[in-house]
């Protein structure tokens, strides 16, 4: 009668063994694959140095990076996929539609969009169900297109506010924020807006000048958690 080998080791050797039997078939796929003949064509470094753009224009112009499903001991690992440059990438639903994001991990092995690309199944199947958690529990936003400008509209038009109000809302933020316009909202971090504060704070700015770009800076950003829990938060400037 078979046993199970958790019965009879401690749970880092068993963590040990399963991650040594992953690493060896993923080494043997690898090895079993046809060998092809030397492509004529450009790699995808080389048609990016070439055309002086980067790697990623190219990728995003060509299609999808080419990319497998990965296998572990216990065959094909559902959602997760392998580029071709060795990353690691995970599927999963957002609405209707099925979106691929590349997994990146911290430094406990959780899912970080700007940490260090992941570089085993062990933990590319860690990270993904970190991803996959973080998303269904709404940690982890969705990817979105919004704009800085995008939200400070909506901020304005989700108000009962007097057009006095707005216009100076508006002028504060073309007089103070309007380098961050143009920049997806999920691409403004804390030191962006650190940087902000900052320079206000070395140009002199008044405390009360200050104050109203903090007002609006706060405003927009609570359209973010406006959206994810479908209400105004508490606490809300209006």
Known sequence: MSRDLR??????AV?????????????ALEDAR??????????????????????RTIDSKGGTMTRQ?????HGPVKGLFRRADGRYMSAFREGKRERMRTLRMNGIGGYDEHG?????????????????????????????AATFADLFAEWQQGRSISERTAAHEAVVARRYLSHL?????????????????NDMRRDGLSEWTRTHVCRVLYGVFSVVFCTASSRWPSGVAT
Not at 34 to 54: F, K, N, T
Not at 69 to 73: L, Y
């Open 7 to 12: 019965e009879f080791f401690v749970p880092e």
């Open 15 to 27: 963590e040990a063994v399963e991650r040594e039997i992953d690493e060896r078939v993923q080494a």
């Open 34 to 55: 046809p060998q092809l003949e030397p492509s004529p064509w450009l790699s995808l470094a080389d048609a990016a140095d070439y055309l002086s753009v980067s790697r």
């Open 69 to 73: 499903q990965v296998r572990d001991s």
């Open 116 to 144: 260090s690309y992941v570089t085993s199944i062990r933990d590319a199947k860690r990270v993904q169900r970190s991803l996959l958690a973080g998303l269904e529990e709404g940690r982890i936003a969705p990817k979105s």
């Open 181 to 197: 316009d143009e920049r997806r909202v999920q691409h403004i971090d804390a030191r962006d807006l650190a940087r902000v504060l």
